[in-house]
């Protein structure tokens, strides 16, 4: 099977290849990412039933109704029990399982910033 590709526009095609080389760089190295940026609104509704991790948090009922899911709550809550929630609410296996899929998607978000 073969394919045939058109490029129109090289100089067009090198300025997207910098973009992408410039967005690598600035990815390279060991960096924090707050887990509101790894588990986006829009990572959710693409992946799960959730609107946010709070929600995700009170349904599983490691939070109580109204109550605003802080880091140190989240930190608190039990490994086995959250990753069982996890397994039942959600497509993943477990929590890294989840976490792995939002950290490519944030990746690729980065990567490809700037690219049409």
Known sequence: MTFDVEIRDSEEAKRTMQRVRDNLARLEG??????????????????????SLEEMAREGGFL??????????????PGDTWDAWIAK????????SLLDVAAAEYVKRWLFDGVS
């Open 30 to 51: 060991t960096r924090s990412v707050a887990l509101r940026d790894l588990v986006t609104a829009a990572f959710l509704k693409a992946h799960t039933r959730f609107r």
């Open 64 to 77: 109580a109704p109204g109550e605003t899911l802080t880091a140190e709550q989240f930190e608190s809550f």
């Open 89 to 96: 609410a959600t497509p993943f296996p477990d929590w890294r």
